[in-house]
């Protein structure tokens, strides 16, 4: 349909286009008409939360005109855009971030200061957007900064969960998971009721023959879900670009059954398949590092990727090109293998429905896809089960079969007679019942793998890929070290120093080319600069210590060492190595004198995070965290030395106040376990310094900050393998520190031995496959380093300000441009500076 607005009416458009408000009246007015209009309040009916929605509002005008602007920009300019096909979008909360990135946080500071609120209290009434589970997803929503703030162009396509990560609840140490209701207002997404896509599950496939002699393939039945596309703007820092997420929500598809159903009296049924739909996009799989094979969550992965690539082609075939130039003009990366069916969906849509050769769609397809690889843990690895997909998408199926066939034929012509490498890289793994690999079939799919850190991308060339290396060559497997945004993981979570740092420098330059920090280390022996940072420091921790009053009742020391482990629960992650070290030290403490406790470093361990509902072993080392607290901040011969807390939902509002708050972060992974891990960039990006294993981006971190600056222990990632092998066929000691941890455990000082059996033997008894006894006395050794390097207070800061200073390396903002010359082959669009 032609919706556009015929030339002669176009001046009265021209003449009422609105531009936001431009100053702190304009700013005021604004939130005091969404008030008494959009809100329906008034000044005596007007609490934090209306004031959050209105200042919101005003806010998301301004965006919204500018992104409306940044579309027509990028379609006029028609060149290549970028597609982050991503199930996890971590977002956090978006007023603040909004506020800044536009750069008028000041103004509404001052403007909502005379309307009678302080922006703070506003700013913290706002729900986390909470699509994701850790890692992954938090990257994702790093890369859409980046990608605004570099004037990339540049889609994100996600799925509108109506409920993101459960909010967890600690209750007598036990995590219960409560349900996280996100939407009951979010002025931060626009719906396009306008913006559908039909997607079909189900039925069957009918073949005919054309007029050519060719055979088509028709996939015919079955049932039909609607698709509504949600739009989130995303602000650049300090431009104009306002790029787009969109999130799919499902429906039921308009009409036809329900009607029927109603006619023939049956509402009920109706209503339920209505439900069934919803249910599509419903819930987030709270699941981080783990696979579990649901139907539902394969429905999910199909409908959002069948969504986008729609949405994708449909605006490609608006610019009337020949299909060859496809991926001249689209890139889509894979956040992981969850989309993979996308290369699926665009092959059908090419040879099914577009009527083009195998061939040569197979070629715009594999040009067309990149694949990001985010884990190596096996239980991480995508499977799905051929007869589920059969059922599902029975056309689908058929392809992934011909992908497979195509792609051995051509291993066996390169590497004839190995029948072994067929069987060990073909995308079909013959079990009961048969699976199709997404990663196998993501890299066939592909033109560039990558990893997420060297180690990491190291390693799936030499482990999970090793063959695939070998038919496709090395060219194809790449390395892009992640990053993070330094808006959100300096400038916001920590003001002051961000303003300290401006000062200093004379320049926020920092803020979109972070190598710029290196200006910082001319002033390391600067002592008012030093003072400073200490001063900024000290406030963040007293900050932190306000929220673990607030939050656990327990009162800490700021002067006290901060010891931070906040990340998902995982073994692999080895919170059980910290809270084992954490009992070692008490009773340590407790064996010692009162003279000399005395002489003590004093230390907060603070803990959080949270594990997989299902999984049953992360649960117990959270209650093993908050009964050694119940313990050990009870204890009066212990007093401020120590006190161990689990802070309860940690999310990216939480990380915000955490992590500038820290002294030492724990970053330790059995090695080779952790793709690269991003926290670790956040703390030190804030000034704490960290306790790590050789392992994901530490390495790239050691070898930035120097070996100086940074406590790393703990066996290497090519001892691993040959240690578990000696754990589970040699005689396994277990390290003595660690056995006196266990019988104190089991002695019951910490309450029901049972709860605790299952850590204990998980060492003892099954091998310590995550090697906690192996590099326990390595860990123990560097946490008394640590307390030796911080009574030193003036070498410790310089530490911190030396390792600040050479961070540059991980801002997303250098991640993306890797990503975005070595891989997308995309180019910035230069805009015209206005008032930014
Ligand atoms: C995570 C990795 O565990 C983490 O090391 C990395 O920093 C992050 O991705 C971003 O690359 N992986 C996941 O969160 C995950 O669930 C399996 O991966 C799909």
Redesign the pocket.
Known sequence: VEASIPEPQREAWRKHQVDGFQDKDGFEREVVRHVETTLARSMFNCDESAAYAATSLAFRDRLILEWNRTQQRQTFADSKRLYYLSLEFLMGRALDNAMLNIGRKDMAKAGLAELGFRIEDVIQQEHDAALG???????AACFLDSLASLNYPAWGYGLRYRYGIFKQEIIDGYQVEVPDYWLDFNPWEFPRHDVTVDIQFYGGVRKSVNSNGKTISHWEGGEVVKAVAYDVPIPGYMTPSTNNLRLWSSKAASGEFDFQKFNSGDYESSVADQQRAETISAVLYP?????RGKELRLKQQYFWVAASLYDIVRRFKKSKRPWREFPDQVAIQLN???PTLAIVELQRILIDLEGLEWDEAWNIVTNTFGY?N??V?PE?L?KWSVPLIQHLLPRHLQIIYDINLFFLQSVERKFPDNRELLGRVSIIEESQPKMVRMAFLAIVGSHKVNG??EL?SDLIKTTIFKDFVTIFGPDKFTNVT?GITPRRWLHQANPRLSELITKTTGTNDFLTDLDELNKIELHVDDPEFRKEWAAIKHANKVRLAELIKTSTGVTVDPSALFDVQVK?IHEYKRQQLNIFGVIHRYLTLKAMSPEERRKQQKRVSIFGGKAAPGYWMAKQIIHLVNSVGNVVNNDADIGDLLKVVFLEDYNVSKAEIIVPASDISEHISTAGT?????SNMKFVLNGGLIIGTCD??NIEITREIGENNIFLFGNLAEEVDDLRHAHTYGSHTIDPDLNKVFQEIEKGTFGSTQDFAALISAVRDHGDYYLVSDDFHAYIETQSLIDDAYRNQEEWLTKCITSVSRMGFFSSDRCITEYADTIWNIEALPVVDREY
Request: proline share 0%; hydrophobic share 25%; aromatic share 0%.
């Open positions: 589970n850790g890692g992954l997803g938090r990257l699941n981080d590092n783990l696979e992981d293998t969850h990001t985010h884990t843990l991480a995508e997420v850190a990491h992640n998902r952790e793709a690269s891990g991003t994901g981006a």
